[in-house]
């Protein structure tokens, strides 16, 4: 890393500094997508932002990290935008729909940068991966977008399911985004159908959940995603990890 890593003091302040941050991610897209993301530098979108190369690293440590910065951004987008959904229905299979349809309107401006770069994503031991330790706050923010999804609906939900639902929700919405970087139907209508399609057969899947017998199965395909993909891996692991005792308990 350059050893010229400290932000300008015209630049110190907090409104002029996410201004800076906002231009070098939007810059690093456009670059990404206009020359792939392997043979984009970080000097290269210095340049093209107009920054110095110690003031690109200052707020992104590396390609990875503008990586992780657009997968926040996306994050945050799709939160705001099933607002309207999540406040207006109760039906599962609606508010699941409208979520789905949410995050491919979001994502519809980044269609090709997604293609080219999937090749490193794909990887789940890629700190690109979606599924990487280093994605958890996206991750997190797109599973929780789940946790209101069920929180909200009207369709009763097995309390010992309650935590494993919603990742197994956004587990199914990471195969969606897989059809859909790939999708070259017009305006993406297949991955729409798809998401229509998807969120009706996770709603009989709830449905059925509520079928006790049912539920060790469900606990089952949990654990097999958890076991196998690195970060969720990790977030199970933390979870069951027991808290540690205050000093009023250890008295």
């Keep these: 890393m350059p ?38 530098t970080m000097r290269a979108i210095a ?32 939160q705001a935008a099933v607002r309207d959904v999540l406040d207006r229905e109760t039906d599962l299979e609606a508010r699941l729909a409208g979520v789905l349809r949410a995050w491919l309107d979001i994502a519809a401006p980044y269609h090709e940068f997604a293609a080219q770069f999937f090749k490193n994503a794909a990887d789940p031991d890629s700190p690109l991966s979606p599924f990487s330790p280093e994605s958890e706050h996206a991750r997190e923010t797109a599973i929780d977008v789940h946790r209101e ?8 939900v097995p309390a010992e399911l309650a935590d494993v639902l919603p990742e197994l929700m956004w587990l199914s919405q990471m195969g969606l985004v897989l059809y859909w970087v790939f999708d070259r139907s017009e305006n993406r209508e297949r991955s729409y159908r798809l998401a229509a399609r998807g969120a009706k057969l996770t709603t009989r899947g709830v449905a059925l959940a509520r079928f006790r017998v049912l539920r060790p199965l469900v606990h089952e395909v949990h654990e097999l995603f958890t076991d196998f993909l690195p970060g969720m891996a990790q977030a199970a692991t933390a979870r069951k990890k027991p808290a540690k005792p205050s000093k009023s308990e250890q008295r």
Excluded at 15 to 33: H, N, P, S, Y
Excluded at 61 to 77: N, S, V, W
Excluded at 149 to 156: E, F, I, P, Q, S
């Design 3 to 40: 050893a010229e890593n400290q932000v300008p003091q015209s630049e110190q302040g907090p409104a002029k500094g996410e201004q800076t941050r906002t231009l070098i991610l939007e810059t690093a897209m456009r670059l990404f997508q206009e020359l792939g993301y392997d043979k984009t």
């Design 149 to 156: 999804v069920l929180a909200g609906t009207k369709t009763k």
């Design 47 to 78: 340049k093209e932002a107009g920054v110095s190369v110690g003031n690109a690293y200052y707020y992104f440590a590396g390609k990875e990290h503008l990586i992780q910065g657009f997968y926040d951004r996306i994050a945050a987008e799709h």
